[in-house]
């Protein structure tokens, strides 16, 4: 138990450490923003890249590993959905995103705390995995709830998904993994290098952003949300792995990605959208902040019962 909290400890205070200097030491919000972008754009594409096409995607495991991941994670989007059905759009979208969207910067540095390179490469993959699939399924749901059809938003925002970064990482990867190309001298060795140094920048952005004082939104809306993402989903993973085989180091990151709180870019589609990105705003930083307990303590359970070793 104590070493699950130490191993993940260190994951957590970077992104503590980010609130920090934006707040006291560094509060130029030119500087978080290149420095977003600079993750997004470069460092995480370069270490999707690089683990994705040096990855076994010819293993059967892959797709139990990919039901399992889906099952959990649009279980908990129907979940959020039937829950928010009464609400105004806005805040049922904000709730829905809240219930299936995740930080997989954060999953994929506390894989490697824990897992080590292997977990790193299980969470590359488990990433590649729920993606495309996740922003798809949202942004659907999104514009036919928010009836904004088809004037210019959503296709604005189906665009921006064709020239995702992350996307267009994970597709190139896998070519060069079909092709067999698993490893290009310089382009491969680049790609690491640059990928070694997305995590920390990263976990400094993502406290950057977090926004703790006067959270607005409905106490109801965020309960909704976060009842879906820290017990829907993780709850549908680990009942699944009961009966769909994993190896030990993808059914922990399994649970770790089923416990994962709202990602950043939640705000940003619901503000594009015309969602409620106040109180998207208000999901993302109690989830942010919850997860510090909740994570840990869900992988704890899930370990218990299902027998698996660290």
């Known amino acids: 138990m104590i070493a699950i909290f130490l191993a993940i400890a260190p994951v957590f205070l970077l992104i503590m450490g980010g609130y920090g200097l934006r707040r006291g030491g560094i509060p130029s919000v030119d500087f978080w923003n290149m420095n977003d972008k600079l993750v997004y754009w470069v460092l995480m594409p370069a270490l999707f890249f690089g683990k994705i096409s040096a990855s076994d995607l010819t293993g059967a495991g892959i797709g139990r590993y990919a039901l399992v991941l889906y099952i959990g994670c649009f279980g908990a989007l129907a979940c959020a959905g039937v829950m928010s059905r009464r609400m105004t759009p806005a805040i049922s979208t904000s709730v829905m995103q809240g219930g299936a969207r995740f930080n997989s910067f954060v999953g994929i540095a506390i894989a490697e705390a824990l897992l080590g390179e292997a977990g790193l490469s299980a969470a590359v993959l488990a990433a590649a995995l729920l993606v495309p699939a996740v922003n798809l399924t949202v942004v659907t749901l999104m514009t036919q709830r928010l009836g904004t059809g088809d004037q210019g938003g959503p296709r604005a925002v189906l665009r921006n998904l064709a020239k995702n970064p992350?996307?267009?990482?994970?597709?190139?990867?896998?070519?060069?993994n079909i092709a067999g190309w698993h490893h290009v001298p310089l382009l491969h060795d680049c790609a690491m290098i640059l990928g070694n140094a997305a995590l920390p920048i990263m976990l400094l952005c993502v406290g950057a952003n977090l926004k703790l004082r006067g959270t607005p939104g409905s106490a109801k809306a965020i309960g909704f949300a976060s009842f879906a993402k820290f017990f829907i989903n993780p709850a549908l993973v680990i009942a699944l792995l009961f009966f769909i085989p994993l190896g030990p180091v993808p059914a922990q990151v399994a649970v770790i990605f089923a416990a994962l709180p709202a990602s950043v870019a939640a705000y940003t589609l619901a503000r594009q959208l015309g969602g409620d990105a106040p109180l998207m705003a208000a999901i993302i930083t109690i989830q942010t902040l919850s997860s510090f307990l909740t994570l840990p303590l869900?992988?704890?359970?899930?370990?218990?019962l299902l027998g698996l070793g660290t």
């Open 166 to 176: 992350l996307i267009l990482s994970i597709l190139a990867g896998a070519l060069f």
């Open 298 to 304: 869900t992988l704890l359970l899930a370990l218990a």
